[in-house]
């Protein structure tokens, strides 16, 4: 068996291509995978874009098919659970990292890593949603469980017109939040208010560094940016409030001191999409069958080839990206 997908090597240098592969270098490569799936759908996610351009150590094995997440039909099983014919999502779980991933057109894959399709999706759908709208999902869920209400006041989401950002402001304006969108493209003022935005927040504001307590406007916040953005946001906090925090496009430091925490009583949620266990999985994404808006899901998708994966993963590194990108991986 002979199918498309784009492998990375560091041999003798680092190299993305398309190229064709033979099963049995699948076989050899994942060896540890169970079953068998036809990947219909794939996406390109920020962590994609690293892997793609070799921007960060993202990949640990090589070579490597990469792609976190993927959506298909199992062809082959050892686990009755998921029978063949089992339409199936896949999302993280070191999957494009250590484990030959979703950008191709089969993958061999632990069941224990995948959720069955709830019954009001298909793959297409999945893959426009993705890792990014369920990440999305899991920071809407943390701070609905530590209390926030929609009358409560403003809800922050910052990096909003990337595809956490814009899957968490639908979801909130849906749920009834007013939803400030923070962003440094002014071209985006239009999409963001599409999907359900109150106003919108110059990046700008968050980005220099501040004063450990500032005045108090947020409600809650879902933060993908990190570093002095969740900083200031954090100081900006009403006293009780929470933030989900789920990225770091913006670094990996917090510069920030412990004032928002013990003076008012602020709450910092930390999100894993990773390695989420399994029943966490599966209520995001019933939640997200029955919830997302599919008009706002279109409104923020982008349709590309594998062939279009490579130039793509730059893109979303740079910041050139708005929203999501789904990879059809049968489309010439």
Partial sequence: MLFKGILLSNQPSFSANVQTIER?????HAAAGNLLV???????????????????????KWPMVPGIDGAGVVEESTDP?????????LNG???????????????????????PMPKQMDTKTAMAIGTAGYTAMLC??????????????????????????????????????????????????????????TDLLDRSTLATPGKPLQKERWAAV??????????NALAQCKYGASIAAC??????D?????????????????????????????????????????????????????????DAGAKIIAGEVRGRLLVDLNRQ
């Avoid at 879902?222 to 900083?231: I, Q, Y």
């Fill in 24 to 28: 049995a270098l699948l076989d050899e």
């Fill in 81 to 89: 659970a998921f029978p063949v014919g089992s339409s199936v999502i």
């Fill in 140 to 197: 809407v869920l943390a701070l609905e469980r530590a209390g926030l209400r929609p009358d409560q006041g403003e809800v922050l989401v910052t990096g909003a017109a990337g595809g956490v950002g814009s899957v968490a402001v639908s979801l909130l304006a849906t749920r009834g939040y007013q939803v400030i969108a923070s962003t440094g493209r002014a071209s985006t003022a239009d999409y963001l208010k599409q999907l359900g935005a």
């Fill in 93 to 115: 779980f070191g999957v494009g990292e250590t484990h030959w991933g979703c950008l191709a057109g089969y993958a061999r894959l632990k069941s224990e890593w995948l959720v």
């Fill in 247 to 252: 990225g770091l496009a913006g670094g990996m």
């Fill in 38 to 60: 036809k990947l219909d759908y794939s996406t390109i996610n920020y962590k994609d874009g690293l892997a793609l351009t070799n921007k960060s150590p993202v990949v640990r």
């Fill in 254 to 310: 917090l510069p920030t001191t412990v004032a928002p925490f013990i003076l008012r009583n602020v709450r910092l949620l930390g999100v894993d999409s990773v390695m989420a266990p399994l029943s966490l999985r599966q209520e995001a994404w019933q939640c997200l069958s029955e919830s997302l808006d599919r008009t706002h899901l279109a409104t923020m998708t982008s349709e590309i080839s594998l062939d279009d994966c490579i």
């Fill in 222 to 231: 879902v933060d993908t940016v990190g570093s002095t953005t969740l900083a």
